[in-house]
């Protein structure tokens, strides 16, 4: 595998620094959001008894499931459970199935992320470029994840809704569903390319590089990214209520995402100042911004 630009210990301190920030904003927002959910009251129906313990089972089964199949640590295991709860709780509706929220194509990331980082091992393991065998790490989660977490907060859609151009709900829903879209389509590219992409060329030169180089993509890799982004958007839409405006912008928005994670992997991540952590997290920030971008300067019937 190409030796990393970055020093390492610049990588792990930006990582560190990274989940010292973002950890005790996730565990602030989860504890708002279980304030919200506790203690019961009696004129409240049954059907919210039912979906409060859905959503905490489902969330604490999820970051189980990531620990046992060995696909995080436990710190990533327990962020992932509490960004579980906050996308299930915060985009879900108390009268439906869980499944209608969030958590649908938080799952989807889960399963083709998983998949795409176990195909073709073996001859990851021959290039160096295989993940490590403890699974993702607390930073990695934040960097993919924390985005689309914010987003669904309700400090960013109490702001949100002051605006005008925030003041309707599917709009954090389309933006979120952007951010989840990218952060799929990243890893599968990444992991699909380096596995059976062949010899990748850089983005900026055009030239061949080995795998695993920074800023370099396949063909085979990205049309898989393109392909799971779409299947994010696409199963998404109906569990989230999105029209097929919504979707096409939050689709478009995430492959500009990857794109921009490509860019920044053949610049930055190659001059050393960035790690990989910061890029990801950098690219599902900046699909986010490119969503809210279309619907703020877009035409108005890209908020019905």
């Not at 911004?289 to 619907?295: S, W």
Request: glycine share 8%; hydrophobic share 55%.
């Amino acid at each position: 595998m190409p030796a990393k630009a970055i020093p390492p210990t610049r990588d792990r301190l930006q990582s560190r620094i990274l989940v010292w920030i973002a950890v005790p904003i996730l565990v602030l927002l989860t504890i708002g959001a279980l304030r919200d959910i506790f203690p019961f009251r009696s004129w409240e129906p049954r059907q919210w008894h039912f979906h409060v313990f859905a959503v905490i089972a489902i969330s604490a089964i999820f970051g189980t499931a990531a620990l046992w199949i060995r696909a995080a640590t436990p710190a990533a295991a327990a962020c992932g459970a509490m960004i579980c709860l906050l996308l299930t709780w915060n985009t879900g509706y108390i009268t439906r199935s869980p499944l209608y929220s969030a958590l649908t194509p938080l799952l989807a990331l889960f399963i083709l992320t998983f998949t795409a980082t176990h195909a073709g091992r073996h001859r990851k393991l021959g290039q160096g470029n295989a993940e490590n065998r403890k699974g993702r790490n607390a930073a990695q989660v934040i960097a993919n994840l924390g985005i689309a977490a914010l987003i669904t907060s309700q400090w960013v859609r109490n702001v949100g809704f002051t605006q005008n151009f925030l003041g309707i709900e599917d709009v954090f829903l389309a933006v979120m569903l952007a951010t989840l879209a990218e952060a799929t389509a990243d890893t599968v590219s990444s992991e699909i390319g380096q596995a059976f992409g062949g010899q990748p060329i850089l983005l900026t030169t055009l030239r061949r590089v080995p795998p695993g180089t920074d800023g370099a993509i396949s063909l085979a890799g990205t049309l898989a990214g393109i392909a799971s982004a779409a299947i994010i958007v696409a199963l998404g839409a109906p569990t989230m209520n999105l029209n097929f405006t919504h979707c096409k912008v939050a689709f478009a928005a995430a492959v500009v995402g990857l794109f921009f994670d490509t860019l920044l992997g053949a610049t930055a991540e190659r001059k050393g100042w960035i790690g990989n952590d910061l890029v990801n997290f950098m690219s599902t920030a900046f699909a986010a911004i490119i969503a809210l971008m279309a619907f703020t300067f877009g035409p108005n019937y890209l908020l019905y």
